[in-house]
């Protein structure tokens, strides 16, 4: 089992930037494969970015590609997202995941095990 605590969302204009933080319990944090998904009102949740159990693999939606670094720190059991020249449509809530069924990297939510609750980023035009 692990819990999972997002920080860093907030209220910034477009073309500005955020840095989000999930912070995991536990003693096997380097197991998991970690990924960002983030949900606007009405939509469904999607796939943001998705990093690798050792951090050596990134992958990321085309979306955000470019704009977006997805990074973690085994030490401090924390996955970060960093988010540049941020858009309107990137406003959502945005959640950090774990998957800890010894896959390498993966996009596909159903594929993740544990959830954090969430972080609101809202960009202002």
């Known amino acids: 089992q692990v819990q999972l605590v997002e920080s860093g969302g907030g209220l910034v204009q477009a073309g500005g930037s955020l840095r989000l933080s999930c912070a995991a319990s536990?003693?096997?944090?380097?197991?998991?494969?970690m990924g960002w998904f983030r949900q606007a009102p009405g939509k469904e949740r999607e796939f943001v970015a998705a990093?690798?159990?050792?951090?050596?693999?990134?992958y990321y939606a085309d979306s955000v590609k470019g704009r977006f670094t997805i990074s973690r720190d085994n030490a401090k059991n924390t996955v970060y997202l960093q988010m540049n020249s941020l858009k309107p449509e990137d406003t959502a809530v945005y959640y950090c995941?774990?998957?800890?069924?010894?896959?390498?990297?993966?996009?596909?939510?159903?594929?993740?095990?544990?959830w954090g609750q969430g972080t609101q980023v809202t960009v202002s035009s």
């Open positions: 536990g003693r096997t944090f380097a197991s998991y494969a």
């Open positions: 995941a774990a998957s800890r069924r010894g896959i390498s990297i993966t996009a596909n939510l159903y594929e993740y095990d544990y």
């Open positions: 990093i690798s159990r050792s951090g050596g693999s990134t």
